[in-house]
Nanobody, 116 residues
Framework: QVQLVESGGGLVQAGGSLRLSCAAS????????MAWYRQAPGKQRELVAT???????NYADSVKGRFTISRDNAKNTVYLQMNSLKPEDTAVYYC??????????WGQGTQVTVSS
């Protein structure tokens, strides 16, 4: 069984930074793509960034140049470094991983609030 634990959310002023982490626990599995999504109040969940096992990344246009996704394969952990935060980045952030032969798993979500 795979479990994800997220950390790093919080309240920050506009222009500030936060770093989110998401660690997968368990054994005997291989993680392919890892990703971060977010969902703001009253809006649909949207994809923020993805990273493949080889390290290739993709970003939503709204966060390009400000957010950086990375991963530590030895620790089964994915990170999201968020810089130059804006009030419109306020949302619950969810990590998502694709595990070979097992499917998709979601983190519990962590709140990010950016004040103006």
């Amino acid at each position: 069984q795979v479990q994800l634990v997220e950390s790093g959310g919080g309240l920050v002023q506009a222009g500030g930074s936060l770093r989110l982490s998401c660690a997968a626990s368990g054994s005997g599995f291989s993680i392919n793509t890892m990703a971060w999504y977010r969902q703001a109040p009253g809006k649909q969940r949207e994809l923020v960034a993805t990273i493949t096992k080889a390290g290739s990344t993709n970003y939503a246009d709204s966060v390009k140049g400000r957010f950086t996704i990375s991963r530590d394969n030895a620790k089964n952990t994915v990170y999201l470094q968020m810089n130059s935060l804006k009030p419109e980045d306020t949302a619950v952030y969810y990590c998502n991983i694709l595990v070979a032969t097992l499917g998709n798993y979601w983190g519990q979500g962590t709140q990010v609030t950016v004040s103006s």
